[in-house]
């Protein structure tokens, strides 16, 4: 494929509108969508309107009259379109790494009354970082005399360590070091063999690859807005409950706004009876705001056009890498069934290969130790950026400069 057929894709894509609503660093070739997506064009508009008059100038009566109140359920529901959730199961609140506190301390609840004798939770050893560790926090807040961890990885399947003492599984849909797709319904399947719960981390999904929680019949998920999203950095994220969980047993982070009745100031504690409760206090108002639009922009999408872009930039991406830059390798599997929408490569020097495609223009995202990761996100990538990205990267690898590289750190 020549650049020139590459601009033919380019006036061809059916999603080519979409990179207008976004603010394009100049001369710059963005690959980061699974860490911060870009900016919509219209957020900064929408921070103002917030700032300027709905608190400067109605101040507190915006919680009515703006439907400050209600946005957490109101985008919810947007995102929950989005991931294939049933209405009033997603809500916006908190972090993702909250989030998954939630939804282990709810399942754990959960089978202490159904299944009372489960003790273990099941996490894959390479999954992202955070959700070890709030995992790991839990159990040692409970005592690790009674509940523990149990890891499964490419030496343990999780066919092989799941049994009828686990609690849940926590895994992400999409590896985030190794841009691996793990079948949903296949997996939630699985769990609900042994009757023990899902929980699914979509922080490196939504928004990329299609979602549908009610067809799998996943009991909870989570994730951050601010990837594929397009929300802004540290942007509340989301939390799925399938209802037939949601009044079953209270979630273990019980604040005022998940009251049935916040504004009664109770002095016990009333879950409400439906996914609010998986509130905990005031709602990030401009934050969530901003989340509205930008999860607006990605419902405009089709999800499958959007996918499958994001499988043809991909396709172009490792062509042109194995044709010019031989010397990385790539980790990401290659067939579609098994692949998100970022391409991870290993080289030894890949720190200082990030570090000079920035200074190029070209932002990639590196991974300690050895990781080199590239975003596709269809909806503002072009297929002349892939081209001009492998050609800079070819660039890197033939520099002197690369050789004696010292530089700082990047995310």
């Known amino acids: 494929m020549t650049r020139e057929q590459c601009e033919i894709a380019d006036e061809n894509d059916e999603l080519k509108i979409?990179?207008?609503?976004f603010k394009?660093?100049?001369?710059?070739?963005?690959l980061i969508g699974n860490s911060l997506g870009l900016c919509p064009i219209?957020?900064?508009?929408?921070?103002?309107?917030?700032?300027?008059q709905e608190w400067g100038q109605n101040h507190i009566d915006s919680w009515n009259t703006?439907?400050?109140?209600h946005l957490p359920v109101k985008v919810g529901n947007k995102i929950g379109k989005i991931i294939g959730a049933e209405q009033n199961e997603t809500i916006i609140s908190d972090s993702t790494s909250i989030n998954i506190f939630k939804c282990l301390g709810t399942s754990i609840a959960i089978q202490k009354i159904k299944n009372p004798d489960r003790r273990?939770?099941?996490?894959?050893?390479?999954n992202f970082p955070t959700d070890l560790y709030i995992a790991q926090g839990l159990v040692n807040l409970l005592s690790t005399d009674e509940y523990k961890i149990r890891?499964?990885?490419?030496?343990?399947?999780?066919?092989?360590?799941?049994?009828?003492?686990?609690?849940c599984i926590l895994l992400s849909h999409v590896n985030y070091r190794t841009g691996q797709l793990y079948n949903m319904k296949q997996i939630t399947k699985l769990a609900h063999k042994v009757d023990a719960h899902i929980i699914w981390d979509l922080c490196h999904s939504v928004g990329s690859v299609p979602i549908n929680l009610t067809k799998v019949d996943a009991d909870f998920a989570v994730g951050c807005?601010?990837?594929y999203l397009n929300s802004g950095p540290g942007a509340p994220a989301f939390i799925y409950v399938n209802k037939k969980h949601q009044n079953v047993a209270w979630q273990p982070l019980t604040g005022w706004f998940g009251h049935q009745a916040p504004f009664k100031m109770s002095k016990l504690y009333e879950p409400a009876p439906n996914i609010t409760n998986y509130l905990v206090g005031t709602p990030q108002v401009l934050q969530i705001s901003i989340i509205d639009h930008s999860v607006g922009i990605t419902l405009d999408a089709d999800m499958q056009a959007i996918r499958k872009k994001s499988l043809a930039l991909g396709d172009l991406f490792i062509k042109l890498m194995d044709e010019k830059c031989p010397s990385l390798k790539l980790v990401t599997p290659f067939e579609y069934e098994k692949r998100g929408s970022h391409l991870s490569y290993q080289h030894e020097n890949a720190y200082a290969i990030s570090n000079l495609m920035r200074k190029r223009g070209v932002y990639g995202d590196f991974r300690f130790p050895d990781i080199l990761r590239f975003a596709m996100t269809p909806l503002y990538t072009r297929f002349v950026d892939i081209w001009d990205v492998i050609g800079i990267i070819s660039e890197v690898i033939n520099d002197a400069e690369y050789e004696g590289f010292d530089g700082n750190c990047v995310t």
Not at 18 to 21: D, E, H, I, S, Y
Not at 42 to 52: F, P, T
Not at 156 to 162: A, G, I, M, S, Y
Request: charged share 35%.
């Open 42 to 52: 219209e957020s900064q508009k929408i921070a103002n309107r917030v700032i300027k």
């Open 225 to 227: 807005t601010y990837k």
């Open 66 to 69: 703006a439907g400050w109140y």
């Open 18 to 21: 979409f990179r207008n609503k």
């Open 151 to 167: 890891y499964f990885d490419d030496d343990n399947r999780l066919e092989d360590v799941l049994g009828d003492d686990v609690v």
């Open 120 to 126: 273990i939770i099941l996490l894959e050893r390479e």
């Open 24 to 30: 394009i660093p100049q001369d710059t070739i963005y």
